[in-house]
T-cell receptor, first 112, second 116 residues
Framework: QKEVEQNSGPLSVPEGAIASLNCTYS??????FFWYRQYSGKSPELIMSIYSNGDKEDGRFTAQLNKASQYVSLLIRDSQPSDSATYLC????????????FGKGTRLHILP | GAVVSQHPSRVICKSGTSVKIECRSL??????MFWYRQFPKQSLMLMAT?????????EQGVEKDKFLINHASLTLSTLTVTSAHPEDSSFYIC????????????FGSGTRLTVV
């Protein structure tokens, strides 16, 4: 059974600080890794994707991937109250039509 | 960018009736559509994968006779919840794969189903 594990939280971070979200996955052949943000009652919104080891930065977001450790993380710099949401880690295989396996999500709360 | 339109956004139905949820890919062809269900404070659970012109593949524990999936064209997939019961009340979301989308997957806006 392929699994994606995340700490459910809630993770509370002061406004302006760095929020660090972590995720591990069980399937070694996974190739594509995603972070989605989901506000309550809304569908997920893709915020970052990463495919190779190392860091990938996009604005205030940095995704980090370590395939040897089967670990992927998301850093949010200068956290804003609008970043308060559930963050879903997702993993998929090599093919475009491979199904995505989602973690249960980490609830992030930015303290004003 | 790639957009998936999902309707209705919210539906209330009586126990024992059927409800159809539609997902349409706008401006692109969705050869594969994924259907998810999400209970409150839970993660997305994949129910089934539908491919245009063929039978859907259901995940373990999902009743294929209860959750009917039709993917008759490259732009339309439907999920019908038959003989709905209160325990079927949930948030249903579709997702389509598309090369042009960062990460390759676009989600519909979701359908909140309440069975009374």
């Amino acid at each position: 059974q392929k699994e994606v594990e995340q700490n459910s939280g809630p993770l509370s971070v002061p406004e302006g600080a760095i929020a660090s979200l972590n995720c591990t996955y069980s399937d070694r052949v996974s190739q594509s890794f995603f972070w989605y943000r989901q506000y309550s009652g809304k569908s997920p919104e893709l915020i970052m994707s990463i495919y190779s080891n190392g860091d990938k930065e996009d604005g205030r977001f940095t995704a980090q991937l370590n395939k040897a450790s089967q670990y992927v993380s998301l850093l949010i710099r200068d956290s804003q109250p609008s970043d308060s949401a559930t963050y879903l880690c997702a993993v998929t295989g090599m093919n475009r039509d491979d199904k995505i396996i989602f973690g249960k999500g980490t609830r992030l709360h930015i303290l004003p | 960018g790639a957009v998936v339109s999902q309707h209705p956004s919210r539906v209330i139905c009586k126990s024992g009736t059927s409800v159809k949820i539609e997902c349409r890919s706008l401006d692109f062809q969705a050869t594969t559509m994924f259907w998810y269900r999400q209970f409150p404070k839970q993660s997305l659970m994949l129910m089934a994968t539908s491919n245009e012109g063929s039978k859907a593949t259901y995940e373990q524990g999902v009743e294929k006779d209860k959750f009917l999936i039709n993917h008759a064209s490259l732009t339309l997939s439907t999920l019908t919840v038959t003989s709905a019961h209160p325990e079927d009340s949930s948030f249903y979301i579709c997702s389509a794969s598309h090369r042009a989308t960062l990460g390759g997957y676009t989600f519909g806006s979701g359908t909140r189903l309440t069975v009374v």
